[in-house]
């Protein structure tokens, strides 16, 4: 009977192992729907370095002399990631750099993208009711600090795409106190410049009547479409930074590079894996096949986790990490066996030795894991924008390590001893030979060191010759 539940365990095992492979490598359309299902691997976030994409790194300085540049430069990063975001790049990082420049860093991007003019060049916006002379600068009512969201909506009553502004509550008044000015003008217009206030303007739009409620529709001719709207709200977007942005660094990363540099990390990582799975097949048998399918728990985990959690970008660091993660995972399982083989050569039988192998193997593998855990703790808090990707994966792998290697290969050894708890050989396990005194004294210490159920698993058992009897 244990036998059989035993095999049934592992069928269903093994049943779960296929389906987590198909659904992590394989894409298939779902019948019935339009939806196709693209797997776990191919759905994992790439960073810069796989996908290709843009990178761009600003300087900061304050507006005016009011304000502290720490609040601004945080809000800035803010407003710049909600609006990347809100273009369709919600893999798109933005953080600070030292203590005055910003690094954005657009996965996918390309140059001809409107988001790459966008933040090519970033401008202060200024909305005034005078136009600029060589003698005179107008007053500026409202200005990019004023303004909390721009984006691109439809307005149903006028037929037409226009621009939609929200503004902060300060703003909000400043607004209704600047249309309120402007439909008073003869002309009745309001001029938007981007960057500098001199010249002639960027925009000019007409206001007939004050507007109040925090928000305002624009549209006109060059807004005819969605595309030329989406055009006209990036330039206002452009405009709403809380710092003055300088655009010191832009890189763009050719996507065909990136998945040269992708595919020869999957070979690597393959290549590897597979020569793990051989190796441990030779050198320690059945107990090598348990730990092999324990390892393809462990990379089904890593790729489900890896597409699931949404703050983390695949890299090639990140691809570093994932293979030393699996070197600490099947660390994790040779240290395993290897205290089964000593207690077994102590003439131990097979479920007490590997019940003791596991118990002194879990605080070796438990004290090496959490360094390596402090480790990228530490690496991910205080590294670069490359060695946080390293850091990341290497976590994720390690905790996934050491559930693989400590919970699910015991689980695997468990149901495996019903089918095979005498044959040494194939465990790859081998004796020393004792006198028969030798082994009464060795029974006599295991009778006094385990507890009862080991006790009844010994009695049932013999030494022959200091040797196993199978």
């Known amino acids: 009977m244990a036998k059989r539940r035993s095999i049934a365990k592992f069928v269903v095992v093994s049943i779960f192992v296929v389906i987590g492979i198909v659904l992590s490598v394989c ?20 960073g810069l370095d796989l996908s290709g994409g843009l990178s761009v790194v600003y300087d900061c300085e304050l507006n005016s002399s009011n304000g502290d540049l720490n609040t601004s430069i945080d809000a800035t990063v803010q407003r710049l990631q909600e609006i990347l975001y809100q273009e369709n790049y919600p893999e798109a990082i933005v953080k600070r750099q030292g203590t005055s420049r910003i690094l954005i860093e657009v996965p996918s991007a390309k140059e001809s993208d409107d988001i790459f003019t966008f933040l090519e060049n970033p401008k202060t916006l200024s909305l005034t009711l005078e ?105 206002i977007m452009s405009g709403t930074f809380n710092v003055k942005l300088t655009l010191i660094e832009n890189s763009v990363i050719s996507a065909t590079l990136g998945k040269e540099a992708l595919r020869l990390g999957i070979i690597a990582g393959a290549v590897a894996f597979i020569l793990i ?20 728990v462990y990379m089904i985990l890593m790729m489900f986790f890896l597409q699931a959690i949404p703050f983390i970008q695949l890299t090639l660091p990140g691809i570093a990490g994932i293979i030393l993660s699996l070197g600490m995972a099947v660390d994790g399982n040779v240290i395993i066996f290897e205290r089964i083989r000593e207690e077994y050569a102590s003439s131990k039988k097979i479920p007490l030795a590997t019940k003791a192998g596991f118990k002194k193997a879990f605080w070796p593998i438990f004290d090496s894991n959490i360094t390596t855990i ?10 670069t924008a490359a060695i946080k990707g390293f850091a990341i994966t290497l976590l994720l792998g390690i905790l996934l390590s050491m559930f693989t290697s400590l919970v699910v290969t015991r689980f695997f050894v468990k149901w495996y001893l019903p089918l095979n708890s005498t044959k040494a050989k194939r465990l790859h396990l081998k004796g020393e030979a004792i006198s028969a005194i030798g082994a009464e004294n060795v029974i006599a210490n295991d009778a006094v060191t385990e507890n009862s159920e080991e006790e009844s698993e010994a009695s049932s058992q013999t030494i022959v010759g200091g040797e196993t009897n199978e």
């Open 374 to 383: 402090v480790t990228s703790l530490i690496l991910y808090f205080l590294g």
């Open 131 to 235: 136009k600029a002379s060589a003698t005179t600068k107008p007053e500026v009512y409202i200005s990019g600090e004023d303004v909390t969201d721009v984006f691109v909506s439809y307005n149903n009553e006028k037929d037409s795409y226009g621009v939609t502004l929200k503004f902060t509550s300060e703003g909000s008044d400043k607004f209704a106190n600047l249309t309120e000015l402007a439909s008073k003008k003869e002309n009745k217009e309001i001029y938007i410049y981007l960057g500098e206030v001199a010249g002639d303007p960027w925009n000019t739009v007409t206001c007939e009547e004050k507007i109040t409620g925090g928000s305002t529709f624009i549209s006109g001719e060059s807004m005819a479409d969605y595309d030329g709207a989406k055009e006209y709200a990036l330039g």
């Open 277 to 296: 799975l051989a190796v441990m097949w030779w050198r320690y048998g059945d107990l090598g096949l348990l730990a092999n399918l324990s390892l393809l």
């Open 27 to 46: 894409s298939f359309p779902i019948v019935g729907t339009d939806y196709v299902y693209n797997g776990f691997a191919n759905s994992i976030s790439l």
